[in-house]
Structures are given as C-alpha cells and as structure tokens.
C-alpha cells in the first residue's frame, strides 16, 4: 500500500521524485530581499537561503515537495516518526544530510552553516535552552516558523492562528516566493486543493458525521488535538467531526472525562513513537474508562502516521484515506 501510494504521488509531486524545479529570477539574484507575512509579522530575508536546516518530518517535507533539497544543509528528526524508504521525497531524503535523531540546536545549525532555521513552536523551536528565533537572529541567523505552530495570544504557550490546511497553504506559498518558486508552490496547492474537494464531495453530510476522537498518546492524561492543529481539518474534511474542536489551541492535553462526555464514534490514533499504534489500541481497548464509548464498543479505531497528522504535504493523501474509513462507518450505522 506504501508503494503504491507513493508511486500515486510521484506523478504529482514531480520535484520530490527527480525532476527539476523551475528557477525565477529571485534565486539568482541572492541578495534580492523579499517580504513574508510569517504568524502575523512582516519578515523580510535579506537574500535567498542556500543553507537551510529545518526540524521534524512535516517541515522537511515541505521543503523536498517544492524541489528545495538543493538549499538545505541538513534535518533534524527523531527516527521513529515513520518509515521513510518509501515516500515520494525519499531522492530528497537522500540528497540532505541528516544532522540529529533528536532535534536542532544552536550547535549543529552553526556546524551545518546555516542561513535559515525552518522550525515550530514545538517543532524545534523552545524557551527552554533558549532555541528560538529571537536567540538565532542574536547570532545572525534567520528564522520561518511553521505556521500550524504560531502561538496565539489565548494563553503563553497555546498555538495556531488560522485552519490547519489554510496553515499549510501560506507555508507552500511564502516558501514559493523566498526561494522563487511560486509556480511549483502553486500547482501543489491546487493539487492539494482538488484532492481535498474529492473527498469532501463523497463525505456523510449532516447527523450521518461521525464523531472522531484524535489519540496521540497518554495514559492519565490523553494528548489530542484542537481545532488549529492539522487533524483538525483531516477529521472534518474526510467527513467527521472532532470531538475537540471547541478547544482552540493545536497539540494539547485534555481529561478522559471529556473524551467520555463527547461519546466520540471514532479515535484515531497518531502512530509514532516508541509505543506502537497496536499498542496504543490494546490499551484504549482496555481502558475501564472508556468501556461505554461507541468507539470502543464498536472497535472502531484507525491509525494514521504521525507525518500524515502534521501540517505536511502527506495531509490530503491523509484525508482520502480516513475519508474511505468514515464513509464505511457511516454506511454501517
């Protein structure tokens, strides 16, 4: 199934699969300065990155879907986000240097030279050990930060300014106008765009919605996602309702309490991790708190990887995938 998927989405997403990205005017001229807006803020970049390191799997992704494998310097990704051999950027894969399993640091970004450090809140980007943006710019580094993870003003550390594929697109977009490819940019989109209406098209419509529980992982405490996190839209676009959307942050923790009272028809599990997806499923299963909800009785537990529920150009593959499952439960209810 891999393979195949993977071979579906070679014939979209070209660049990742060997073949060359058209080059603008902008990346020839480095020191041609462009403009982003970037969670909210004007940023201007003073030259066209040559040496960019980014950190985690959608975030690299993002750069090998627009053909940019020849402007990074290296990747940070801890080794158990999912196999990699066969996705559509694996020649991507194969062209960068993988810098560190655990995550980036002022360390290996001066070690690989780096012009920009592609992160996220929580994607890299951290006040503990003083990783952040404010601190590279301290040492003459620039910084673009995954916008799925832009903090917003409802708490300190609470994330996400926009929908999560709304998120996606102005990354693919101000990515096409730094490094000038925004024609590349902007045929993923549409792509992207086109794949998503398909399923929305097929989707259970009204009461016929199931309702989805996100599982990331957690034992006393269930680690899920809100409604500006990338689930968010994967659940609602292929045709369910998450039972969290009214918690308005992105990756979060919540009570099983409120995962009882919201009685959800479906979870979905984040596979990741050192604790597999059967693992996580045995145990939701077995959880005496869960007993009584229709998605436990029902045994109606999916799982996508952990690359599929990140802002990452795997979302709409994603999307058609669990949109198949919730129509099957639909038609059975």
């Keep these: 199934m891999r393979k195949l998927l993977a071979a579906a989405l070679c014939l979209v997403v070209t660049t990742g699969c060997g073949a060359s990205v058209e080059r603008s005017e902008s990346q020839d001229t480095k020191s041609a300065a462009v403009t982003l807006t970037n969670c909210g803020r004007e940023v201007t970049y003073d030259k066209v990155p040559e040496r960019v390191v980014t950190n985690d799997v959608?975030?690299?992704?993002?750069?090998?879907?627009?053909?940019?494998?020849?402007?990074?310097?290296?990747?940070?990704?801890?080794?158990?986000?999912?196999?990699?051999?066969?996705?559509?950027?694996?020649?991507?894969?194969?062209?960068?240097?993988?810098?560190?399993?655990?995550q980036l640091t002022k360390e290996n970004v001066l070690d690989a030279r780096a012009d920009l450090v592609f992160a996220g809140w929580s994607y890299g980007f951290r006040e503990e050990g003083g990783f952040t943006p404010d601190a590279l710019r301290k040492l003459g580094i620039p910084s673009y930060v995954l916008t799925e993870s832009c903090r917003n003003s409802r708490t300190k550390s609470s994330r996400g300014i926009m929908p999560p594929l709304d998120a996606l697109y102005a990354d693919l977009t101000n990515l096409g106008k730094l490094f000038g490819v925004e024609e590349r940019a902007a045929r993923l989109i549409a792509d992207f765009k086109k794949r998503v209406a398909d399923v929305r098209a097929k989707a259970p419509r009204g009461a016929d919605r199931p309702t989805v529980f996100l599982y990331d992982s957690g034992r006393d405490q269930p680690f899920t996602s809100g409604r500006y996190a990338a689930p968010e839209q994967i659940i609602t676009e292929s045709g369910g309702v998450n039972v969290m959307h009214d918690v308005a942050d992105s990756w979060t923790t919540v009570g099983w309490e409120s995962v009882v009272q919201r009685n959800p028809d479906v979870i979905l599990i984040c596979d990741y991790g050192d604790v597999s997806a059967e693992a996580k499923k045995k145990f939701l299963l077995s959880y005496t708190p869960l007993r009584d909800v229709s998605a436990v009785k029902n045994r109606r537990i999916f799982t996508l990887d952990y690359a599929d529920l990140v802002e990452s150009p795997r979302n709409p593959s994603a999307i058609a995938r669990f949109g198949a499952y919730l129509r099957e439960v639909a038609g059975k209810r």
């Design 58 to 102: 959608g975030i690299t992704e993002l750069m090998l879907a627009l053909g940019l494998e020849d402007r990074m310097a290296g990747f940070a990704m801890p080794d158990d986000k999912g196999d990699l051999s066969d996705v559509p950027w694996k020649g991507g894969y194969d062209k960068v240097k993988w810098l560190s399993k655990d």
